[in-house]
């Protein structure tokens, strides 16, 4: 990925190399993972109290919580326009 900036909602920007995966919260490894990460203090909450619908993983294993979905996500990081 080109160095880049995605917006993940709610006037919060994330850089795209960063960027490992982008995946829904519901399974149950998924809440495993952000439960370590909230015990590790790696998680950081861009929800601004909404419902979590998607969840982001850098390569540094921090796991952001976004308040979008995974689809509109991906599709900011197809679309060259929406990368800051």
């Not at 994330?14 to 998924?30: C, G, L, M, Q």
């Not at 109290?49 to 197809?78: C, D, F, W, Y």
Request: charged share 25%.
């Amino acid at each position: 990925m080109s160095l880049g900036f995605i917006n993940i909602g709610y006037g919060n920007i994330v850089a795209t190399d960063k960027i490992i995966s982008i995946v829904n919260p519901e399974s149950a490894p998924i809440k495993r993972l952000i439960n370590d990460a909230r015990e590790r203090e790696y998680l950081i909450d861009a929800t601004h109290g909404r419902k979590t619908r998607g969840v982001i993983v850098t390569n540094s294993n921090h796991v952001i919580l976004s308040a979008l979905q995974p689809e509109t996500m991906v599709q900011r990081l197809a679309n060259k326009e929406e990368v800051l």
